[in-house]
Nanobody, 126 residues
Framework: VQLQASGGGSVQAGGSLRLSCAVS????????IGWFRQAPGKEREGVSY????????YYVDSVKGRFTISRDNAKNTVYLQMNSLKPEDTAVYYC????????????????????WGQGTQVTVSS
């Protein structure tokens, strides 16, 4: 299983970016995908999760209403649309995959995520 994150960059506050996570090697849709981020000097945190079928999602409070996670299973790609970006969103963003009980579930514990992509840097300036 491989995950490839892309789409990071530098934007001003209030701007938008769309991150993509290309997934290969998964043999079923019983895998939830999560986006995590790690800011300098801080622990990695879960930002958003999506179920295998794409029907159930979760957002951490700090990004609710600004970020949207989605997945296109035909393209084996998960997206994170980030709008109204703030300087505190600056971090390295990672996507990861976790086995679930069904296509309608996602995992919320980082330790459940077995497969990780490389990070993509997001920098938001004020």
């Amino acid at each position: 299983v491989q995950l490839q994150a892309s789409g990071g960059g530098s934007v001003q506050a209030g701007g938008s970016l769309r991150l993509s996570c290309a997934v290969s090697g998964l043999t079923s849709n019983y895998y939830g995908i999560g986006w995590f981020r790690q800011a300098p000097g801080k622990e990695r945190e879960g930002v958003s999760y999506i179920s295998g079928a794409g029907s159930v999602t979760y957002y951490v409070d700090s990004v609710k209403g600004r970020f949207t996670i989605s997945r296109d299973n035909a393209k084996n790609t998960v997206y994170l649309q980030m709008n109204s970006l703030k300087p505190e969103d600056t971090a390295v963003y990672y996507c990861a995959a976790a086995r679930t009980y069904s296509a309608r579930h996602y995992r919320t514990e980082e330790r459940d995520y077995r497969y990780w992509g490389q990070g993509t840097q997001v920098t938001v300036s004020s």
